[in-house]
C-alpha cells in the first residue's frame, strides 16, 4: 500500500484530492468520513446522500464539519465541490452525476436501492466500491461486465473480510505457494439469531440490529464467502460450508479435508483465535521450500496457514477508492461467472402467506452453495428473498425455492439477477 499512500500524498501535494460521493450515513460509512477527513488530504468525502438528511449530517459532525451543504441537484452540489464544502442530499443520483466526483461508495447494506444506484455510477463513469456484500453476492459479475464496458472498476473493499482475504491469497501466491482454502474467523454461528436476540448487542455497539443479526445466523459469512468465490473460483465443499470449530487458526490444516484442500474451497473457523481474522492455507510440495518453511517455522507441509488477525473497514475502504481511481485496480472483483450463491432457509416454521422479511430478520436466514447446485433445484436467492409471499408451508431449516414464493413485481434486482443468469447461462461449472 506504499505506492498507494504516495500517490495519495502527490494529490494533496497538488490540491488535487480524490472526490468521493459516499452513499449511506451508517456505522461504517461514519468511520471512513471521520478517518478520510482527518488522516487523509489526497482524498475528500465531497458527498453523502443518505434518505434521513440528518444522519449524512451527523457523519460530517463527527468528522469535525459544523455545517454540510443541503444540495438539492447535481449542480448545487457541483457547486459545492468547488468551494470544498461538504455536501448532503437525499437522492444518490446527483452523486452520480457530478462530474467532480471520482467515485461512489456504496455503504447502504440495501439491495434494491444499492442496484439502482450501481448501474447510475457505473452508467455515469464512476468507479463503484461497494462496502456491500450482500449485493456483490447477488450480481456482482453482471456489475463487473457492465463496469468492464464503461472502463471502471468495480471493486468490495480493502479492509472487509473479503478484501482482506483475497490481499491475503494473492500475497500467499506471490511467495510461492499455491492458495488452497481461503478462510474466515467466526465467533458464533446460529441460524436462529433474531432481531430480539441481538437487539442489547446491537445498542451497545450503536449498529443497526439488522446487520448484527445477520452477523450472528450466519447469513453475512455466506455473503462474503461468496464473493470470494466468486472472485477466485474456488467453490464450497457442502452446503453452507464446513466450519469446523478450532482453538487457533494454525490448526487449520488438519480441520478440513484432503479432498476439500485438493480442490480449492471457501470455507471458515468457528472459535478460533485470531478473532475476527482472516486465512488462507496454502500449498506447496517443493522440497527446497518446505525446508525453508520448516525452518521459519511454518511447519512442516504441505499445508501452510497463513492468516491476518484483524479486518478494519472504515480505515482501509479508502486505499480500495485510492486503487480505483489512481491505478485501475480492484481489491475484489468477480474474475467471470458466478460460482457461489447465498440461498434462503427458514428460521422457523414458516406458514403458506406468510411475507419474508429479508436478511437479518425474523423468517429466513442464508447460506453458501455451489451455483450449480442452486440453478439445478431453483433456489431462492437470499437477497431476492424478502418481500415475497410463501405459497406453502416452510419447515424450520428448509431450503426455500422460487416455486415455494410469489415475487413482488417490477423488481429491478430480479430483473438484473435474470439477466446475470442468462449472461453466464452454461458457465455454471467454470472454475
Known amino acids: 500500500m506504499l505506492l498507494v499512500d504516495t500517490a495519495l500524498a502527490r494529490r494533496a501535494a497538488a490540491d488535487r484530492p480524490i472526490q468521493v460521493g459516499l452513499v449511506g450515513a451508517g456505522y461504517m460509512a461514519r468511520g471512513l468520513t471521520l478517518h478520510v477527513s482527518r488522516n487523509l488530504p489526497g482524498m475528500r468525502i465531497a458527498a453523502i446522500a443518505n434518505r434521513t438528511l440528518d444522519h449524512a449530517a451527523d457523519a460530517y459532525r463527527q468528522a469535525g464539519f459544523d455545517a454540510p451543504q443541503r444540495v438539492q441537484s447535481s449542480a448545487q452540489l457541483e457547486q459545492a465541490i468547488a468551494r470544498r464544502q461538504p455536501a448532503i442530499c437525499d437522492d444518490p443520483q446527483w452523486l452520480c452525476e457530478a462530474e467532480s466526483i471520482d467515485a461512489i ?30 449485493l456483490d453476492a447477488l450480481i456482482g459479475p453482471l456489475l463487473k461486465r457492465r463496469a468492464d464496458r464503461a472502463g471502471v472498476v468495480v471493486s468490495n473493499v480493502d479492509g472487509d473480510q473479503p478484501g482482506v482475504i483475497m490481499n491475503l491469497l494473492r500475497w500467499v501466491r506471490s511467495i510461492g505457494f499455491e492458495p488452497r482454502l481461503a478462510g474466515n474467523i467466526k465467533g458464533l454461528q446460529d441460524h436462529h439469531r433474531t432481531p ?33 468465490a466468486n472472485a477466485t473460483g474456488f467453490k464450497v465443499a457442502t452446503r453452507g460450508m464446513q466450519g469446523p470449530t478450532a482453538q487457533h487458526v494454525t490448526e487449520a490444516p488438519a480441520r478440513f479435508s484432503s479432498a476439500q484442500l485438493a480442490q480449492g474451497s471457501v470455507d471458515y473457523l468457528l472459535g478460533a483465535e485470531p478473532g ?10 517443493e522440497p527446497i521450500l518446505q525446508q525453508y518453511s520448516h525452518y521459519l517455522k511454518l511447519g512442516n507441509g504441505p499445508y501452510y496457514t497463513f492468516y491476518v488477525p484483524y479486518h478494519l473497514p472504515h480505515l482501509e475502504a479508502p486505499l480500495t477508492v485510492a486503487r480505483a481511481v489512481l491505478f485501475g485496480d480492484a481489491a475484489v472483483t468477480p474474475r467471470g461467472a458466478p460460482v457461489v450463491e ?15 422479511d ?39 431449516d428448509q431450503s426455500i425455492r422460487f416455486d415455494d414464493v410469489m415475487i413482488p413485481p417490477q423488481r429491478l434486482t430480479d430483473r438484473l439477477w435474470a439477466e446475470q443468469q442468462a449472461l453466464f447461462k452454461g458457465d455454471e461449472d467454470v472454475t
Not at 436476540?197 to 450466519?218: C, L, P, W
Not at 475476527?276 to 510440495?285: E, L, Q
Open 105 to 134: 461508495v456504496e455503504a447502504t447494506g440495501t439491495i434494491e436501492p444499492a442496484a439502482a444506484l450501481a448501474l447510475a455510477a457505473i452508467d455515469h463513469g464512476k468507479h463503484l466500491i461497494l462496502m456491500n456484500a450482500e
Open 196 to 228: 430480539t436476540t441481538q437487539r442489547d448487542f446491537a445498542e451497545r455497539h450503536r449498529q443497526g440490529v439488522k446487520m448484527i443479526t445477520s452477523f450472528a445466523d450466519g447469513t453475512k459469512i455466506a455473503m462474503e464467502m461468496a464473493v470470494v
Open 276 to 285: 475476527p481474522g482472516v486465512f488462507v492455507i496454502g500449498y506447496s510440495d
Open 342 to 356: 447465498v440461498i434462503t432457509y427458514a428460521k422457523r416454521h414458516l406458514q403458506a402467506g406468510e411475507r419474508l
Open 358 to 396: 429479508g436478511i437479518g430478520g425474523y423468517t429466513i436466514y442464508g447460506v453458501a452453495e455451489n451455483r450449480a447446485t442452486c440453478r439445478h433445484e431453483r433456489l431462492l436467492p437470499m437477497a431476492l428473498a424478502e418481500g415475497c409471499r410463501l405459497r406453502r408451508p416452510i419447515e424450520c
